[in-house]
């Protein structure tokens, strides 16, 4: 590869503080909620315009759709404090046992979050690199409208779900070969639907949960899923869409205006996350694809013969790409048997879905999210939050699951604080300060 040389340079210091949060996905927003109610100068730092991350970019409002049985068990905490403050603002529509997000008011739920925490938000900043001593990570460098400046903390949480913080700073991840990663989306929402007629196809031609996935278990296939491919695959029969592309769509919600905000229908493959012109090529290819899937349910879905496309999502949704190898790697044996730990921070429950997978909880099955899997190898002052925590590819079926994520945000946020109140590296806190603090902070630890 061809390179450059650049001239050496002073960076200025744009700011200081004791935590800071890259990313501000659920896991991202968890963990400076967490730290900042924990007492800690947090800042948090954002590449996009809003909060949120794939909740207010990516429009997916169905963090806890998994919750449809009485004896599902979720830790609480900011999680289900993200469907109780929604719902309170009239930003969420209550289906079965769970919040759907309204993902465009949510970007104000945020804010408003973020304001009464007594956090410094920084949008608009992307993080490029990192300020190292030795091993241990004291700051990072960004670019912004403003130009290249750093931000110097004495604790960093890595929530960009890539992992970008760890490995810049050299902490050890793992990271599949693209043909097994995880498919990416663009997802759409659309408008005009006469949603009785759309409700009488969908009863007409109901989908379990089994129906898109290869491992799942008897309780899955009496369990209704909105799954839909049928009007895809007429529009492939038909030639008006390519064989060789995946459509197969899920809906969470639904407006009295006949708007369906999110359709997750566009599933494509072979697709680095972590690389610019696999992520440009999937925006493109993602936005042509939402056209055919479109024309499509006009075409051969009833009640959407007068749709009209609403929304295009504003980034790409990835499931899987970097993950960091942690001081205790979780496994498939650990959130399919109710592990227990005697360092968790939360639990999770028995909900799989992911890498052909399709477990749902409804069986009051849970297990426990250890603490090291937030805790990089060979890096100091820094903690991991989100779908990129060590474990092997089952176990990323359960923890990239935005509620997992503000289960190990909350965690990594509250850690960070303890650990700071202690004068202790993160990797030596004291975990039962830290869960108590997370009892405090309202979340189940066992």
């Not at 104000?108 to 938000?121: Q, S, T």
């Not at 309780?219 to 529009?235: I, N, R």
């Not at 968790?344 to 099955?365: H, V």
Request: charge should be negative; charged fraction near 25%.
């Amino acid at each position: 590869m061809k390179q450059i040389e650049e001239p050496a340079r002073r960076t200025p210091v744009m700011a200081e503080t004791d935590v800071l949060v890259i990313g501000s996905g659920p896991g991202g927003l968890a963990a400076a909620l967490g730290a900042a109610r924990q007492g800690a100068k947090t800042l948090l730092a954002e590449r996009f315009g809003c909060f949120g991350g794939v909740i207010t970019q990516v429009m997916v409002g169905t963090i806890a759709w998994y919750r449809t049985s009485e004896k599902t068990v979720d830790a609480g905490g900011i999680g289900v404090e993200f469907e109780e403050r929604a719902k309170r603002m009239g930003a969420s529509q209550t289906i079965n046992r769970y919040e759907v997000l309204d993902t465009e008011k949510f970007k104000y739920v945020a804010d408003e979050m973020v304001r009464e925490a007594g956090i410094v938000p920084l949008l608009h900043t992307s993080t490029v690199d990192v300020v190292m001593d030795g091993r241990t990570l004291r700051g990072v460098v960004t670019e912004s409208k403003s130009g290249r400046q750093a931000i110097l903390a004495k604790r960093v949480i890595d929530a960009t779900g890539d992992a970008d913080v760890a490995f810049r700073a050299g902490a050890p991840c793992r990271k599949d070969p693209k043909h097994e990663l995880e498919a990416v989306s663009v997802n759409f929402g659309c408008s005009g639907i006469d949603l009785r007629a759309f409700f009488e196809y969908i009863l007409k031609n109901p989908s379990s949960i089994a129906d898109w996935g290869d491992r799942s278990g008897a309780k899955e296939a009496h369990e209704f899923s909105t799954y839909m491919v049928e009007p895809f695959d007429k529009a492939k029969r038909a030639g008006e869409i390519p064989p060789d592309v995946r459509l197969e769509s899920y809906w969470g919600s639904f407006t009295d205006a006949g708007e369906i905000p999110n359709l997750n229908a566009i599933h494509m493959s072979d697709i680095d996350a972590t690389d610019v012109w696999d992520l440009t090529r999937a925006e493109m290819e993602g936005r042509q694809r939402v056209m055919w899937a479109v024309d499509a349910l006009k075409k051969y879905a009833p009640g959407f013969q007068r749709a009209r496309l609403r929304t295009i999502g504003a980034s790409l949704g990835a499931r899987e790409s970097r993950k960091i190898l942690g001081e205790y790697e979780l496994t498939e044996h650990d959130v399919l048997n109710q592990a227990r730990f005697a360092d968790s921070i939360g639990i999770f429950p028995e909900f799989l879905d992911g890498n052909r997978i399709a477990i749902m909880p409804s069986t009051g099955r849970y297990f426990q999210v250890p603490y090291r899997i937030t805790v990089p190898q060979q890096v100091e002052n820094l903690l991991v939050a989100g779908r990129c925590v060590a474990g092997d590819k089952v176990s990323h079926a359960a923890t990239r699951q935005m509620m997992c994520c503000t289960v190990t945000g909350q965690g990594a946020g509250v850690a960070a604080a303890v650990s700071l109140e202690d004068g202790v590296s993160c990797r030596a806190v004291d975990v039962a300060r830290v869960q108590h603090a997370l009892r405090d902070q309202g979340v189940r630890i066992d």
